[in-house]
């Protein structure tokens, strides 16, 4: 395995888990989704009838709340984490949970300690500026709004959920501004990252182009 970290942030939609699950593959890194640990917790909120906008409730909630990742698959406690956590709803949840520092600390707590051990590729929204700043690479993934919400769209229609796209490209819209506007740890570029944009590019394209950047940076060749 190798040892080097690569930080892949983005917003929603840009297709940074496909992407970097791919490099992952590719340079025999663990793949770590924080997005999936956001919406993990906002999933065990509402779950619970815990209030997602409480924060007694929250800490409350982030004493029991356990995560373990098995051969890549995240379970709460026995419960295997799937097409649960990737509807739009359990999204907005995770992105009112993220707003929290307590919350962020857990997350970031569990992501490091991983980090710490193996060579990883994390994506997410502040891994190249908060979660791992001495990430050897760090990529930042952009696309245009409205492909980012076509391929939203068609991800979950062919999962069979019943979507409107103008709902989808509403949800995006909103969920851009929360992620970047918000005090703690905004959706934003690290000052050293490298900017990919993904519009009109299928997801071999941006693979070899984040390929050849870890390939050249960490002198592979
Ligand atoms: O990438 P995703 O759609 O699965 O992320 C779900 C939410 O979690 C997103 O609205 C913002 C939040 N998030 C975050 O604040 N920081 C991260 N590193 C990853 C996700």
Do not use: C
């Amino acid at each position: 395995m190798n040892k080097f970290k690569v930080a892949i942030d983005g917003p929603a939609g840009s297709g940074k888990s496909t992407i970097a699950k791919e490099i992952a593959k590719i340079f025999n890194l663990y793949y770590l989704d924080s997005g999936a640990l956001y919406r993990a917790f906002g999933y065990y909120l509402k779950k619970h009838g815990f209030d997602l906008h409480n924060e007694n409730d929250i800490i409350n909630a982030l004493k029991s709340f356990d995560i373990k990742i098995i051969d890549g698959d995240y379970y709460l406690f026995d419960e295997k984490l799937d097409f649960q956590i990737r509807t739009p709803e359990i999204g907005k949840a995770a992105s009112i949970v993220a707003k929290n520092p307590h919350v962020r600390e857990k997350v970031n707590n569990i992501l490091r300690k991983i980090a710490k051990n193996n060579g990883v590729v994390i994506d997410g929204r502040d891994i190249g500026t908060v979660v791992l700043p001495d990430a050897e690479i760090k990529i930042f993934l952009t696309a245009s709004i409205k492909e980012r919400a076509e391929r939203r769209y068609k991800e979950l229609i062919e999962k069979g959920e019943n979507v409107k796209f103008e709902d989808i490209l509403k949800d995006i819209e909103k969920r851009d501004k929360a992620d970047s506007t918000r005090k703690i740890a905004p959706l934003k570029p690290a000052d050293d990252a490298i900017i990919v944009d993904t519009t009109g590019k299928d997801i071999k394209t941006v693979v070899n182009e984040i390929k050849n950047i870890i390939v050249s940076k960490m002198n592979m060749e």
